[in-house]
């Protein structure tokens, strides 16, 4: 008993208590070398202003609910229910893999959201979530490329496209 209360105060004195959890990784790091390119393309607006609505609705929804896979609101950004499908099981598969307690995402942070050539777009998200497993707390973490495109003026998840 005495050994285990030694190295519990051993573990506090050098900052390792249980309440610390481990650090997400960092986020990309920007090249000041590239400069800063102003924007004005409506285009492009419309791509942000689309992938930003699209990843806020997926912050801290639950991915193995039938509520969330009926969600008018997400089939929109897809141009058919197979691209839709596919998306989502991807999607689900991979939180269950990292261990995603409840299959819920509680933040998303996109890293990187470019545009590739006229009408194709690319988004890396760091989706966010507390571990499920037994006895293990703190977090998981799932990162994510996506492919959009512009088709008929509505910007849209292309999954599956390299």
């Known amino acids: 008993m005495r050994a285990a209360l030694a190295l519990a105060l051993a573990l506090l004195a ?3 208590g249980p309440w610390q959890l481990p650090q997400d990784p960092p986020g990309p790091a920007p090249d000041p070398s590239q400069g800063l390119e102003l924007v004005d393309d409506a285009a492009v607006f419309e791509f942000y202003e689309r992938a930003s609505a699209f990843y806020g609705r997926l912050a801290r929804r639950r991915f193995d609910s039938i509520e969330t896979y ?4 997400l089939r929109g950004f897809f141009r058919s229910e197979a691209s839709f499908s596919d998306y989502y099981a991807d ?15 509680i ?3 996109v890293l990187e ?22 006895l293990r707390r703190g977090r998981v973490w799932l990162l994510r490329n996506d492919r959009w495109e512009r088709v008929e003026g509505v910007w849209r998840i292309a999954p599956g496209r390299g």
Not at 93 to 101: I, P, S, T
Not at 120 to 129: A, D, K, L, P, S
């Open 107 to 109: 933040s998303l942070e």
């Open 14 to 16: 050098f900052g390792c």
């Open 91 to 105: 999607l689900a598969g991979a939180l269950v893999e990292r261990h995603f307690e409840k299959s819920r995402p």
């Open 113 to 134: 959201l470019r545009l590739e050539g006229p009408g194709r777009g690319f988004v890396q998200v760091r989706v966010v979530g507390d571990d499920g497993r037994p």
């Open 70 to 73: 009926q969600d008018e609101a």
